[in-house]
């Protein structure tokens, strides 16, 4: 019994592995960029900058469109959390612009993807709330909770898959306090409005 079978095969692995982690780091390297339109995207969507939020979310989708032909295999996993901002980025537009929020097939996203970007995506309804109250619009601050509830009861069995969808049950967790709280908020935000109206009335 010899080893001649053994370094022919180790240097095919070698080369195989190297190869895997040239890739893996310039994925990890050049995905940061398509994290920061969309972070920035985001941000543009909170400013009511709607025209900058779409041209970051498109460049995002390029470079995304670009780097999946370099993500085959194992290495798809790499672009999970490039894709879920990407999907918290469009979705957030799609409902600020009164549309529906587009399928995770319209996305072109991994489902784990599709799932962490929507459980995301409720952190950034319930700031729009608070934008909302603040500005006084009860209305829309009505209609982001509404969604942002929907939202979160779509999602929360997902956190049966944690060990599937990594960061699902902490997300789903985080989500539940969210809603409750923005619950409370819209409750007392009505009482007070309803309260204000009651006084108008008194002094008419």
Same mark, same amino acid.
């Given at each position: 019994?010899?080893?001649?079978?053994?370094?022919?095969?180790?240097?095919?692995?070698?080369?195989?592995?190297?190869?895997?982690?040239?890739?893996?780091?310039?994925?990890?390297?050049? =995905?940061?960029?398509?994290?920061?339109?969309?972070?920035?995207?985001?941000?543009?969507?909170?400013?009511?900058?709607?025209? =900058?939020?779409?041209?970051?979310?498109?460049?995002?989708?390029?470079?995304?469109?670009?780097?999946?032909?370099?993500?085959?295999?194992?290495?798809?996993?790499?672009?999970? =959390?490039? !894709?879920? !901002?990407?999907?918290?980025?469009?979705?957030?537009?799609?409902?600020?612009?009164?549309?529906?929020?587009?399928?995770?097939?319209?996305?072109?996203?991994?489902?784990?993807?599709?799932?962490?970007?929507?459980?995301?995506?409720?952190?950034?309804?319930?700031?729009?709330?608070?934008?909302?109250?603040?500005?006084?619009?009860?209305?829309?601050?009505?209609?982001?909770?509404?969604?942002?509830?929907?939202?979160?009861?779509?999602?929360? =069995?997902?956190?049966?898959?944690?060990?599937?969808?990594?960061?699902?049950?902490?997300?789903?967790?985080?989500?539940?306090?969210?809603?409750?709280?923005?619950?409370?908020?819209?409750?007392?935000?009505?009482?007070?409005?309803?309260?204000?109206?009651?006084? !108008?009335?008194?002094?008419?």
């Amino acid at each position: 019994m010899t080893l001649k079978n053994v370094k022919p095969s180790l240097n095919k692995i070698t080369k195989s592995l190297a190869a895997t982690q040239d890739s893996r780091e310039f994925l990890l390297k050049n =995905t940061r960029e398509i994290i920061i339109l969309c972070s920035k995207s985001i941000i543009a969507v909170h400013k009511g900058e709607l025209a =900058t939020a779409k041209n970051n979310l498109k460049q995002a989708d390029k470079l995304l469109k670009k780097y999946k032909k370099k993500a085959t295999g194992q290495l798809r996993r790499y672009l999970i =959390t490039p !894709e879920q !901002e990407y999907v918290e980025a469009a979705c957030l537009i799609a409902i600020v612009e009164k549309k529906d929020i587009p399928s995770d097939k319209k996305l072109a996203v991994m489902p784990e993807s599709y799932v962490l970007g929507l459980l995301d995506c409720v952190g950034e309804l319930k700031r729009k709330v608070f934008d909302e109250m603040r500005t006084g619009d009860i209305d829309d601050a009505i209609r982001f909770f509404e969604i942002m509830e929907n939202l979160y009861l779509q999602l929360y =069995t997902f956190s049966l898959y944690d060990k599937v969808v990594k960061e699902a049950r902490r997300k789903i967790d985080v989500n539940r306090i969210l809603v409750d709280d923005v619950r409370s908020a819209i409750t007392e935000e009505k009482r007070r409005i309803e309260l204000i109206k009651s006084l !108008e009335k008194l002094e008419k």
